[in-house]
C-alpha cells in the first residue's frame, strides 16, 4: 500500500511539475511576444509625410452701387397771361349796287301753233247682236185650266197675273218675280210654280256669241172655264 501510494505521490508530482514548467514557457512567450510587438509599434509611429493647402473662401459678390436719378427743381415762375380785354369792331357791311350793261332788247315773235287734225272714234260696232232668252215650244200648254188651285176655283176666283222669269245660261228658269198681282195670292203662287217647273227657253247670248243669262216677262189670265 505504501509502494503504490509512493508511486502516486511521485506521478502527481511530476505531471504537476510539467504542467507548471508549461504555464512558465507560456508565459516567457507571450513576454517575448509582448515586447516584440510593442518594439515594431514603436518603430512604425514615424510620421506620414503629407502637404496641407490651405482653402481660402471665394470673394463675396460686389453689388453694384444704386443710384438715384436726381431731381431737378424748376426755379422759374410759371408764365400767366395778363387778363386784356381786346375792343373787335363789328364788321362793316357795305351794299354795292349791281351794275347791268344795257341789252339789246328784241321782240317776241309769236310762233303759229301747228294745227293737229281731231279724230273722232268710231263707235265699234259688236261682233254679234245681242239676243234675248226665247220660250221653246207651246207656251199656252205651261199653265192649263186643270192647274186652277181647287179653292180658288169653288170661290170663283179669277185674274190676270204678270211674272218675270230668270233664265240661266242652259235655258232654264231660276226664278220667278210677280210684275203685277191678280189680287189672289194663290193664283201668284200658282202662275210661279207651273211656270218654272215646265218653261223651257232657248238662252241669251252675248256680243260674243256666247250664252249667257236673261230675262222673260209673260202673263197669265186665269179664267174659270163654262160648262
Same mark, same amino acid.
Given at each position: 500500500?505504501s509502494?503504490?501510494d %509512493?508511486? $502516486?505521490?511521485? !506521478?502527481?508530482? =511530476?505531471m +504537476?511539475? *510539467? ?6 514557457v ?6 517575448l ?15 506620414l509625410a $503629407?502637404?496641407?493647402?490651405?482653402? +481660402?473662401p471665394?470673394p463675396?459678390?460686389?453689388?453694384d452701387p444704386?443710384?438715384?436719378?436726381e431731381q431737378t ?7 400767366t397771361?395778363?387778363?386784356t380785354m381786346?375792343d373787335?369792331?363789328?364788321?362793316v &357791311? ?9 341789252l339789246?332788247t328784241?321782240? =317776241?315773235v309769236k310762233l303759229?301753233?301747228? $294745227?293737229?287734225p281731231?279724230?273722232t272714234p ?12 226665247? #220660250?221653246?215650244?207651246?207656251v199656252?200648254?205651261w199653265?192649263t185650266?186643270? @192647274?186652277? #188651285?181647287s !179653292?180658288e176655283?169653288?170661290? *170663283?176666283h179669277e185674274? =190676270?197675273?204678270r211674272f218675270?222669269l ?6 232654264? %228658269?231660276?226664278?220667278? %218675280?210677280?210684275?203685277g198681282s191678280?189680287g189672289?195670292p194663290?193664283l @201668284?203662287?200658282a202662275?210661279c ?7 223651257r ?5 252675248d256680243?260674243?256669241?256666247q250664252?249667257?243669262?236673261g &230675262?222673260?216677262?209673260s ?5 174659270? #172655264?163654262?160648262?
Amino acid at each position: 500500500m505504501s509502494y503504490v501510494d %509512493a508511486r $502516486s505521490d511521485a !506521478r502527481s508530482r =511530476l505531471m +504537476t511539475g *510539467g504542467v507548471v514548467a508549461g504555464l512558465q514557457v507560456a508565459l516567457a512567450l507571450a513576454v517575448l511576444s509582448g515586447f516584440a510587438v510593442r518594439d515594431f509599434v514603436r518603430e512604425n509611429r514615424t510620421p506620414l509625410a $503629407s502637404e496641407f493647402f490651405p482653402t +481660402t473662401p471665394p470673394p463675396k459678390p460686389v453689388e453694384d452701387p444704386i443710384v438715384e436719378p436726381e431731381q431737378t427743381v424748376s426755379t422759374t415762375p410759371p408764365i400767366t397771361a395778363p387778363d386784356t380785354m381786346l375792343d373787335i369792331a363789328p364788321p362793316v &357791311t357795305f351794299q354795292v349796287a349791281p351794275v347791268l350793261p344795257d341789252l339789246p332788247t328784241t321782240p =317776241l315773235v309769236k310762233l303759229p301753233q301747228p $294745227s293737229v287734225p281731231t279724230v273722232t272714234p268710231k263707235p265699234t260696232s259688236p261682233a254679234f247682236e245681242p239676243v234675248a232668252a226665247r #220660250p221653246r215650244g207651246d207656251v199656252g200648254s205651261w199653265i192649263t185650266t186643270s @192647274d186652277y #188651285p181647287s !179653292r180658288e176655283l169653288r170661290e *170663283g176666283h179669277e185674274g =190676270l197675273v204678270r211674272f218675270r222669269l230668270s233664265v240661266d245660261a242652259r235655258g232654264r %228658269a231660276s226664278d220667278c %218675280a210677280i210684275t203685277g198681282s191678280s189680287g189672289y195670292p194663290a193664283l @201668284d203662287q200658282a202662275t210661279c210654280k207651273y211656270a218654272m217647273r215646265r218653261a223651257r227657253f232657248d238662252p241669251a247670248s252675248d256680243a260674243a256669241g256666247q250664252a249667257s243669262a236673261g &230675262t222673260w216677262d209673260s202673263a197669265v189670265r186665269w179664267v174659270i #172655264p163654262k160648262d
